[in-house]
Nanobody
């Protein structure tokens, strides 16, 4: 069982940056691929990025490649999402999720946080 708590969301201007954090409970954090997903009003939840268990492999959605960076600190049971150059396409509730295997498919993730809101003003 893994419990996830996101933080770091907020309001930022277009072109600005935010850093999201996701803290996990339990001693098996390093056993899970960690993913970030987002869901905007009226839209389906979409994949953003994942990082492998050891942090060496990452996979980004095309929409965020070059702007977002995922990292993890297994000693702190935390995964981070650095978001730069935020634009009007990025506002959403951002969720972190844990899965034993690497996957961009939300349905394969067993554990989810409650989400954190990201808002971008023009």
């Amino acid at each position: 069982q893994v419990q996830l708590v996101e933080s770091g969301g907020g309001l930022v201007q277009t072109g600005g940056s935010l850093r999201l954090s996701c803290a996990a409970s339990g001693r098996t954090f390093s056993s899970y691929t960690m993913g970030w997903f987002r869901q905007a009003p009226g839209k389906e939840r979409e994949f953003v990025v994942y990082v492998s268990r050891n942090g060496l492999i990452t996979y980004y959605a095309d929409s965020v490649k070059g702007r977002f960076t995922i990292t993890r600190d297994n000693a702190k049971n935390t995964v981070y999402l650095q978001m730069n150059s935020l634009n009007p396409e990025d506002p959403a509730i951002y969720y972190c999720a844990a899965n034993p295997a690497s996957s961009p498919w939300a349905a394969q993730y067993a554990y989810w946080g409650q989400g954190t809101q990201v808002t971008v003003s023009s």
